[in-house]
């Protein structure tokens, strides 16, 4: 068997026009398919809105020139990031809301609905805010310290209320963690400042009873003058008082600096530069986008099935080239019609066709001194009927033509023949094998086609196959040699039973028919062997022509 050559590989135009063809309905109802899904998609489709904010972020703390409180921090913006949509900052917008649908006041920089947000922030459901927060994606826009607060809902004005909301609730939480660090950072140096001064306070007593001790137990140098004290030396405890002292106070002046540098920290957390505006179209694709998508994809997976479909399949579908491969001429083409054409004309397309069959067959039969032909099928899912059907019809068209012709229907299993001839069926090639009857006796001329004889199966079957066996089988061919110019065995399927096989050393050739979309690959070729096994030329295949010219490329 040739391998075929390398540009039969190759996909070409036709090829591809032909593929799409033979599977037109399977890309058809992936189309209609991914329309339906698409149309579907509609109905479930809700339509939802997008509104965005931006948000110029700064450092919170700016403290002038003073270079003695590091309270200034940089913009992270991946912690900016996780602050925006935290659930805290999503409930204080809630809160924000409700605060102003409340107070009938639209402005969320208002004092008042400010202060009531605070009060009703406790009481915003957690459930809800967490919904909400899946609503909001924060991103920061490259290369600057500009946030967007985006918000999607189903409808517009909620989703622009949310992206306003979050933006105010961002700003509000910035500003009260930084307020609230330099309140504790204050606080913190007012205790110390007070701890300060009431250990002044304690130093200065003590100071004032050492003194006091020392100006007692002074002496006089002349008594007669009352300031001539004796020089005392101070005693240590006095001496490291004073010093504690000096020490405290210098702390206490830091202190007040540092107070002095709070006081005049300015907190900005930074600005709203865009408001949220209430969007005027839904966000995502529009609508005629899903089912035009559902179409073109459903078509694109039909074509790609097609093809894959295509390459998978283990059938004949290009006779001119795959027959010819696999070591079987092609002696002609023939509708594929379940009609015998025993009357002239009664089927045009029929009778052109076996005419132009049999005339190749007759020719190389008759070159190489051949009588007896064996047609048979390949497989039933090739179809016994369209073989049965097929001897039939290249018997009546030899008939036609002046040779006296026998049909000898040989399928014992399921015949389907002999009912089209109207011939009886009482007697036929089983009794003449279990010699009950003559050849003569049981073949049946037809009255329209006087040189076309019919040999029915018969009724007294047992084992088809062991009958076939019979050397009477034999026997009965090489008197049907002698009393006909050509005689057509028609034989069941050949790889579903093993009758052709044990026919075919008792014939000169046989004929294979093979019906393109249908006819494995494989059976062809497993038949072909057969045949050839038990010693039988095969004169070559008639093709089963289904569709017309599209099975002969």
């Known amino acids: 068997m040739t391998s075929p050559t390398q540009s039969d590989a190759v996909v070409g135009l036709d090829d591809s026009v032909t593929v799409l063809r033979r599977h037109w309905k399977l890309i058809a109802l992936c189309a209609l398919a991914g329309l339906a ?44 990031q996780s602050i925006a ?20 006041n639209p402005d969320l920089d208002d004092l008042e609905v400010e202060t009531m947000a605070t009060e009703l922030v406790g009481s915003v459901d957690g459930d809800v805010a967490r919904r909400v ?108 008082l004073e010093l504690s002292e000096v020490s405290k106070r210098q702390n206490l002046e830091g202190i007040g600096s540092r107070l002095a540098n709070i006081d005049s920290i300015t907190i900005n957390a930074g600005e709203i530069l865009d408001d949220a505006e209430v969007p005027l179209n839904p966000s995502g694709i529009p609508a005629p986008v899903a089912p035009v998508a559902g179409l073109l994809l459903g078509l694109g997976l039909g074509v790609g099935f097609a093809f894959i479909q295509d390459r998978s399949d283990a059938t004949i579908r290009q006779p001119m080239k795959e027959l010819p491969q696999i070591g079987s001429d092609i002696l002609g083409f023939s509708p594929s019609v379940n009609h015998i054409a025993v009357t002239e004309g009664s089927e045009a397309r029929v009778d052109e ?34 073989a049965a059907i097929a001897a039939a019809n290249l018997a009546v068209a030899a008939a036609r033509v002046g040779r006296k012709t026998l049909l000898v229907l040989s399928d014992l299993r399921d015949p389907v023949v002999h009912p089209r001839f109207k011939v009886d069926n009482s007697q036929g090639l089983a009794e003449v094998i279990n010699g009950k009857a003559s050849l003569s006796e049981v073949s049946q001329q037809l009255a329209e086609l006087t ?50 096989v044990v026919l075919g050393p008792l014939c000169d050739t046989a004929v294979l028919v093979v019906e393109p979309d249908k006819s494995l690959r494989t059976d062809v070729e497993s038949s072909l062997r057969q045949l050839k ?21």
């Open 37 to 80: 899904l698409g149309l579907a998609s509609l109905t479930q489709r809700t339509q939802t809105f997008v509104s965005d904010s931006l948000v110029e972020v700064r450092p919170l703390i700016s403290q002038g020139d003073s270079p003695n409180l590091d309270a200034a921090r940089q913009v992270n913006p991946e912690t900016e």
């Open 133 to 240: 927060q899946n609503q909001i994606e924060v991103t920061f826009e490259q290369n600057s310290l500009v946030l967007q607060i985006e918000a999607t809902a189903g409808r517009s004005e909620r989703a622009q209320e949310l992206a306003q909301s979050v933006a105010h609730a961002y700003l509000d939480f910035r500003v009260d963690a930084a307020t609230g660090a330099t309140n504790e950072a204050r606080q913190r140096l007012l205790d110390r400042e007070q701890e300060l001064l009431d250990e002044l306070d304690t130093i200065a007593a003590k100071i004032e009873v050492l003194e006091q001790g020392l100006i007692d137990s002074a002496e006089l140098i002349d008594p007669e003058d009352p300031t001539s004290f004796r020089e005392q030396v101070r005693p240590s405890e006095l001496r490291s």
């Open 353 to 386: 066709a076996y005419r132009r069959t049999q005339a190749g067959l007759l020719f190389k039969m008759d070159r190489e001194d051949r009588q007896v032909v064996l047609v048979t099928g390949t497989t039933e899912a090739g179809g016994s009927d369209t």
């Open 85 to 104: 949509s935290s659930q805290r900052v999503v409930e204080r917008a809630l809160a924000l809301l409700d605060a102003s649908e409340q107070l009938g």
């Open 533 to 553: 096994a038990v010693g039988l030329d095969v004169s070559g295949s008639i093709v089963a022509d289904t569709v017309g010219s599209r099975s002969r490329k």
């Open 451 to 500: 040189a076309m004889h019919v040999l029915p199966p018969g009724t007294d079957i047992g084992s088809p196959t062991r009958l076939l066996q019979s050397s009477n089988m034999g026997r009965l061919l090489d008197n049907a040699r002698s009393g006909f110019d050509l005689v057509v065995v028609q034989a069941p399927t050949l790889t579903d039973y093993a009758d052709a």
